[in-house]
């Protein structure tokens, strides 16, 4: 077997493994007893290190030498040693104490979270959280030392490749300067309508509605499933893909927005090539990539008025809420600057994500240590949004991100925010007629665009490319704003 | 770190992945989309070969003979060296390219199975089933050179350790002599009353009344749940049981006796001792001793009259069934000859376990083909129940087991039976009053005292030891023929 074909084993059993640890991840927020938790921590763990002990093998290095001298002629499998070789370098460029130390940290740190957070208690929250960060900075500064690029820059790789933090300043820069007059600007003009609450919404029904929508988006449901948790995913693997969503029985909005948000991360996964499958080069783009495929239909589709115009019997004959087209698109658009991140809305969201964005890079640089996070966010918050939370817990406790060392994550969800604007902004430009096919609730040719341009490319090629080619212009910000002061001041 | 700890490290993370598949194979019974079959055997694959690496890795060799060398003084970490050390042997005394040439063609011949059952058709079945008995002659003919033993009993030591056809073959022989002119004599007295059909029984109070008794018997949920499959099992890890069955809605007796035979295999997975968890000396001590567990709740108890009168007011109330006690009785306790081994009674049972323990031995002998087994199941059925299958889907083809390999595993049932009988006539022995438990519905004292017996001694001592030391006397068909003669001759 040529080196190349070794690496291609290698990594399906990787990728084998790495299944095996989705899976007992939904299971563990769906299914497990409580009495589980030990049990499964040990099995995730032992999985964990043997996926790195795979990828660590000094065989792969040598493998990826002789095959990057002589690489293959076939595209997708030259871009597939490529991505072998960014996910080798990631797991090789830090010592093992480390990764596992992080592992025993990040779990113990969810813990502590999980109890601190409900009683608003930082003090016994803020070691934990500490030690996390600490042992960031170390993988971090090893990352960077190895791929000679700046720390921050060696977290955002893991999450979104080859993009560095000067970048996403970049684009992000026009947020920056327009999110907190926009949101003023909207917040002067509309009367903010929640969503529907103090009704009596059954959970089955909600579900039903749900179905029907993930059914008209084209969901594979031999290829996945619908199930509640507390903190609404989308896990599984490509062919058995596990979405799961929380509802609120006085309130149908949120549940309804989170599955179509979820289907969206769904319908990527399963529109991933077949043919690649178990490979670096078949896996998802980025996080932003993924962020955009929910935010696409989340944002873009299912707050439009054609959309609520096909949605408006459904929610009659499901729920039993008889509302005009122009009630729900107010309830779906409604602003308001809220505390917590997970419940904004699109035009308040940057928000949240750039002060994150602030933080973390302090944080890793040591500029800022985790006891003076509740005074920064506080500052932050202020600055970005105009309000400040009274508590930790509607603060810097609220994300769970941190807790396991997810750091480098949060631009992810607004750059996701951009480029679902660009791909919207892409289709009417090319006279495709997504508002048409969203009043029919024919969604079926959406789908099949997203699967063209986004999906079935996988990882060929870099981000960048990727969103040149699907949207015909590189990634800004431009798109993104135009895009909401049309629909909030329009 | 000395070689006993370095092979206790192992052997946790050893357990952590069979962990992972056997909540990987709950999940693929109970939740997993169709088409997510694939992907599942290549997880479960993954798995199973790392396993099988770790287990091999020639240090694990040195650390045996060095630990053995040397000994530990404790009793249970001796114990857990000899568990050690027999997993090893099984592990490391086959080829590798058998032990993954079996599971392929496994799983082809489930595969087979399940649509060639159905519609009768045993050509189709023959060639994947003889491929199947081709690989388990190799690796049993490996393992019996190892282990210097005869090639069956090679099989039979990996669900019976230490107990060899031989040994088995003498427990037997008294039933093997009584059990034909039993079946007649029962059935010459008594008038079949099956199960209860033709009601509607709704799932949900169906399983209502399965917690109920779950509950009784001292399940700890906490630890465990129960969910449907088509063939029920008890799947998952001590602290996270997964347990399954299967609701007709035209009968309500059937998965009421399954979940307490369910129940049984899972309070004795929750009841194995916690400070030998993920060693081998924390497991359960065989299958045979497994069966006693779920066998004794099911035949000794579930069955008896004293605890149909506890279980009386509780079916009226769920189920809305009035019935006396007699009539309880008498459909709880209904003999027949049939020809479907999962579906038979306490007294019969034995009649296919004989069988199946002769048609193995001469097809592991190549004294007999797969060809010739339609033919060698009739005359078998013939002499053991008097009754023989016009349909291989009746016949040989209606067990799953041989499919993957599962030889030397049948005999495990009727050894469960005989403990089982011997454990609850040394209750009554010792003046524990079994039957007044049971009519109370006051279980507790009944798990408690199984608990200590057999649960808390997982893999302490052999299996005879842990009979004689348990029930006062050495494994023996007399007194599970005397209960069978009580309760059907009485």
Do not use: D, I, N
């Given at each position: 077997m040529n080196a190349y074909d070794q690496l291609s084993q290698r990594f399906d059993k990787i990728s084998q493994l790495q299944g095996a640890q989705a899976v007992l991840h939904w299971d563990m927020q769906?299914?497990?007893?409580?009495?589980?938790a030990e049990a499964r921590g040990g099995q995730l763990g032992a999985l964990e290190t043997l996926g790195h002990d795979l990828m660590t093998d000094p065989r792969v290095a040598d493998w990826l030498d002789t095959a990057e001298a002589n690489p293959p002629e076939n595209l997708w499998e030259r871009a597939n040693l490529r991505e072998m070789r960014r996910q080798w370098r990631h797991a090789n460029a830090v010592e093992s104490r480390l990764v596992e130390a992080l592992a025993v940290a990040g779990t113990r740190c969810g813990q502590v979270w999980q109890t601190a957070r409900p009683v608003n208690d930082f003090k016994s929250y803020e070691p934990s959280q500490a030690e996390v960060f600490a042992l960031v900075r170390e993988i971090a500064a090893q990352k960077a030392a190895a791929f000679g690029c700046s720390p921050y820059d060696a977290l955002i790789d893991q999450f979104?490749?080859?993009?560095?933090a000067a970048r996403i300043d970049e684009v992000f820069a026009p947020l920056r300067a327009r999110i907190p007059t926009l949101i003023d600007e909207v917040l002067g003009r509309t009367s903010p309508l929640g969503p529907q609450t103090g009704g009596i919404f059954p959970i089955e029904r909600q579900k039903a509605l749900g179905l029907r929508v993930m059914t008209a988006m084209g969901f594979d449901f031999d290829r996945g499933r619908l199930d509640i948790s507390s903190h609404p995913f989308c896990g599984g693997v490509p062919d058995d893909v596990r979405m799961t969503t929380r509802y609120r029985s006085d309130s149908w909005l949120p549940a309804f927005q989170g599955i179509v948000h979820e289907t969206g991360h769904g319908l990527y996964e399963q529109g991933l090539p077949a043919k690649w499958r178990h490979q670096p080069v078949g896996e998802a783009r980025s996080m932003g990539v993924h962020e955009s495929q929910s935010l696409f239909w989340?944002?873009?589709?299912?707050?439009?008025k054609p959309f609520l115009q096909w949605l408006r019997p459904h929610v009659a004959t499901e729920l039993g809420v008889e509302a005009t087209v122009e009630d729900l698109y107010r309830r779906a658009t409604a602003v308001k600057r809220g505390l917590i991140r997970v419940d904004a809305d699109e035009v308040t969201y940057p928000a949240h994500v750039l002060m994150r964005f602030e933080l973390e890079q302090k944080l890793v640089a040591g500029e800022l240590r985790v006891a003076d996070l509740p005074e920064a966010w506080r500052e932050g918050m202020t600055r970005y949004l105009g309000v400040a939370p009274d508590t930790d817990r509607d603060g810097c406790m609220q994300d769970i991100h941190w807790t396991d060392g997810a750091v480098g994550y949060f631009p992810s969800y607004t750059l996701g925010a951009m480029i679902a604007a660009q791909l919207a902004s892409a289709m009417r430009d090319s006279d495709f007629d997504l508002d048409g096919h969203a009043a029919r609730g024919d969604l079926e040719p959406v789908r099949a665009w997203l699967l063209e341009k986004i999906h079935a490319q996988a990882s060929v090629v870099e981000t960048d490319d990727l969103i040149v080619a699907a949207t015909g212009r590189p990634l800004s910000a431009a798109t993104y704003l135009a895009h909401l002061e049309a629909r909030y001041l329009g």
């Open positions: 769906t299914q497990m007893p409580r009495g589980g979104e490749p080859g993009m560095g989340e944002m873009q589709v299912a707050r439009s």
